[in-house]
């Protein structure tokens, strides 16, 4: 699940309903937000959903550019690319949504540190909810529509990264560490979240991790845990944060 907290407002938004519907708009602590989720970059991203002209609600455009989803506006129909938060297309062109610290983690993760949190309920709309549309994905050599270039330094395609900015450290690197402080961030990981593009039941997918990004001063910091291939699509002069 994709955790957000807002000013003492805590809530929680199950993967087994964001990997039908990638977008939830909600107002956590008072401040309006989207809650976004491409299952094809394993990218959750948290935004501000104002702008200088006004609030925006978001949708799903069933675009994809670089295998990463194309969100719209509801308000001016621009198109915003989910992995930069950025409208690529309409009257918004150009701007930049902020992106919000979120995280990813387990559902035992989420309920032993904050029993009274909010979570999503489930949609009233008849969908497998748990199960996997894409199994073994995250287990595969290409990604799924995307005919860019492959990552550097021999990185597999779909191996997940922590990005912070331009900046990425392999998922692998922390886990092996249990976490890393460079550059200002520090990363750490923790076994017990289930990989959401693993088996048929997201549930019962292999274990990945979860993480945490942090400030010097401990401050939660934006970031996504995307795959590879995604972040070098987006951020082809990106620093790959190797340890090397």
């Not at 050599?141 to 990425?168: I, Q, S």
Request: with cysteine; hydrophobic share 40%.
């Amino acid at each position: 699940m994709i955790t957000v907290e807002i000013n003492g407002d805590v809530r929680a938004y199950p993967v087994r309903y964001l990997t039908w519907y990638e977008i939830a708009n909600d107002t956590v602590g008072g401040v309006p937000v989207a809650v976004t989720f491409c299952p094809l970059c394993n990218s959750g991203i948290t935004f501000d959903r104002r702008v200088a002209q006004g609030t925006l609600t978001f949708g799903v455009s069933g675009k994809l550019r670089n295998s990463d989803m194309v969100m719209y506006d509801r308000e001016t129909e621009s198109w915003w690319q989910q992995a930069i938060g950025e409208a690529i297309v309409g009257d918004l062109l150009g701007t930049e949504l902020v992106q919000l610290p979120s995280w990813m983690e387990s559902w035992d993760e989420f309920r032993t540190r904050h029993p009274e949190g909010l979570v999503m309920d489930e949609p009233d709309f008849s969908r497998q909810y748990g199960r996997n549309p894409y199994v073994s994905y995250d287990s595969s050599t290409k990604p799924f529509l995307y005919n860019g270039e492959n990552p550097p330094h021999c990185t597999p395609a779909l191996e997940r990264v922590v990005r912070v900015g331009d900046m990425a450290w392999p998922l692998t690197r922390l886990a092996d560490l249990g976490g890393v402080t460079e550059a200002g961030v520090s990363s750490s990981w923790a076994a017990g979240q289930a990989s959401a593009l693993d088996a048929s039941q997201i549930a019962k997918g292999r274990d990945v991790g979860s993480v945490r990004v942090r400030d010097a001063k401990g401050n939660d910091l934006p970031h996504d845990v995307m795959f590879a291939f995604a972040f070098h699509a987006f951020w082809p002069d990106g620093d790959w944060m190797l340890g090397q």
